[in-house]
């Protein structure tokens, strides 16, 4: 259980990390862009990583309460 733990917590580390970094060129993206359609495609892209944020807490709190 304890290495499940461990590979559960560094997974999570790299995921936080890969949604940050999606979060950041989303950003990058929205203030580089004047064309509507690329505008809607950022906006897209930091709401999927808010959304990929919320699941991820969603798992931690989860993992440290024993649910599933």
């Known amino acids: 259980e304890i290495t499940t733990r461990l590979v559960g917590s560094e997974m999570c580390i790299r995921d936080r990390k890969e949604t940050q970094k ?3 060129n989303a950003y990058k993206g929205l203030e580089s862009v004047d064309d509507p359609d ?27 309460t024993g649910n599933t």
Do not use: M
């Open 22 to 24: 999606s979060f950041e």
């Open 38 to 64: 690329l505008i809607d495609l950022f906006i897209y892209e930091i709401n999927a990583a808010n959304l990929r944020y919320k699941v991820l807490l969603r798992d931690i709190k989860n993992s440290d």
